[in-house]
C-alpha cells in the first residue's frame, strides 16, 4: 500500500514547487488539485480556463475521493496530492480523509493576499483558503487524534533541505537529496491551468530563497489579510522548526 499524502494548501503558496520536489523522487506519483474541475464547477468562480479545468478534472467528486483514498496505478510506493482547501466543499464528505496522511502548507497572509490580487483583482476571503484550513485542521485532529504536519513557507524556503529532512522523517519516509533541485519546464503532471498559473515554477529549479516582502496593500486588501491572519496564526502555532 502507497503512502499517500495529501497536502493542504491555500493559493500563492510554495505548493506548486512542494509538488515538484516530491516528483522528482522516482520513487513517487503526484496529482495536482484533483477537485479543482469540481469545485469551479459547483461555485461558477470565473477561474482562468475554468471551462478546460472542468472539462478535464471532471466534476465527480466521490470518485475522485476514492481515487485519492486508493494507490497509483503505476504501484508508485509514494503517492504525493497537492490540494487547495477551498476545493473541499461543504457538502463534499471527509471520511476519505482518513485514508491519507494530511499535512497543511501555510503561508502568511499579507503575502497570500499581495500575491493573488496581481493574478485576481476581485479575491475574497473564501478565495484564499484560510478559513477552510482551519476547519480542516481542526478535523484532521478530531479524526485522527494526532497534530498533523504543519509548513510554513517562510520557514521552509529559509532552510530548505534541512525542512525536507525534517517533513521526511516525520512521515517515515527516506530524505532523498534529489528532492531539492529539479529539472527546468513544464511536467505532464501538471494541470490544464498551469499555463496561467506556474509560469515562475516552470522557470524554476529549486526552491526560491526567502526574502521578507513587507508588501503595500490597499484598505480592501489589508482587511482581507487581517481577517486571514487568526486563521493563519492557529496552524503557525503548530509548524515544524528545525
Not at 13 to 35: C, G, H, L, Q
Not at 90 to 118: A, G, H, Q
Not at 145 to 167: H, R
Not at 184 to 191: A, E
Request: with cysteine.
Amino acid at each position: 500500500m502507497a503512502t499517500r499524502i495529501a497536502m493542504w494548501s491555500g493559493p500563492r503558496n510554495i505548493s506548486t514547487a512542494m509538488m515538484r520536489s516530491w516528483e522528482n523522487r522516482k520513487d513517487t506519483v503526484v496529482w495536482d488539485e484533483p477537485f479543482y474541475g469540481h469545485y469551479l464547477h459547483k461555485t461558477g468562480i470565473p477561474h482562468p480556463g475554468a471551462e478546460e479545468v472542468i472539462a478535464d478534472q471532471g466534476t465527480d467528486w466521490k470518485t475522485i475521493a476514492s481515487q485519492c483514498s486508493g494507490d497509483p496505478n503505476n504501484g508508485a510506493p509514494i503517492f504525493y496530492q497537492k490540494h487547495m482547501t477551498m476545493h473541499l466543499l461543504p457538502e463534499m464528505d471527509r471520511s476519505w480523509l482518513t485514508n491519507v496522511t494530511n499535512c497543511f502548507l501555510i503561508r502568511s497572509p499579507e503575502e497570500v493576499v499581495s500575491s493573488y490580487s496581481k493574478v485576481r483583482g476581485d479575491l475574497t476571503l473564501d478565495d484564499l483558503g484560510f478559513i477552510q484550513q482551519a476547519a480542516l485542521f481542526d478535523l484532521v485532529i478530531k479524526m485522527s487524534s494526532t497534530i498533523p504536519i504543519v509548513i510554513d513557507a517562510a520557514d521552509f524556503l529559509t532552510a530548505p533541505e534541512e525542512m525536507q529532512q525534517l517533513v521526511c522523517e516525520k512521515l517515515a519516509i527516506p530524505f532523498r537529496t534529489e528532492m531539492i533541485a529539479w529539472p527546468q519546464g513544464q511536467r505532464d503532471s501538471d494541470g490544464v491551468w498551469a499555463k496561467y498559473w506556474y509560469n515562475n515554477v516552470w522557470e524554476s529549479t529549486s526552491f526560491q530563497e526567502y526574502t521578507p516582502r513587507n508588501p503595500t496593500l490597499t484598505k480592501e486588501q489589508r482587511d482581507i489579510a487581517d481577517a486571514a491572519q487568526p486563521y493563519y496564526d492557529m496552524l503557525h502555532q503548530f509548524r515544524l522548526t528545525v
